[in-house]
């Protein structure tokens, strides 16, 4: 069993930055493939990035490339998102979350992942 509790979101203006942790209670990530999704009102969840437990290759969904950057710590315990330039678009509850099991082809299905932190909302005002 894996908690996960996330910190960081908060009001940013276009153009900022934000960084994002998660914390893993108990265990470390080093086993788990990890990643963030967001969620606006009336949306899906979707995929933002992931860091895969196999060879710790990152992904991103296209608009992010070049601005977000997923990240774990050495201790594997507590993963981040750091978020620049962010735009009015990338408001939403952010969720970081793990599994031990996914393969490479459900790495962007929300569905996929077993355990998911609360939630922290970024709101960017332009």
């Known amino acids: 069993q894996v908690e996960l509790v996330e910190s960081g979101g908060g009001l940013v203006m276009a153009g900022g930055s934000l960084r994002l942790s998660c914390t893993a209670s108990g265990r470390a990530f080093s086993n788990y493939n990890i990643a963030w999704f967001r969620q606006s009102p009336g949306k899906e969840r979707d995929f933002v990035a992931a860091i895969r437990k196999s060879g710790g290759y990152t992904y991103y969904t296209d608009s992010v490339k070049g601005r977000f950057t997923i990240s774990r710590d050495s201790a594997k315990t507590t993963m981040y998102l750091q978020m620049n330039n962010l735009t009015p678009e990338d408001t939403a509850v952010y969720y970081c979350?793990?599994?031990?099991?996914?393969?490479?082809?459900?790495?962007?299905?929300?569905?996929?992942?077993?355990?998911w932190g609360q939630g922290t909302q970024v709101t960017v005002s332009s």
């Open positions: 979350a793990a599994d031990a099991r996914l393969i490479l082809s459900e790495l962007r299905n929300p569905s996929a992942y077993d355990y």
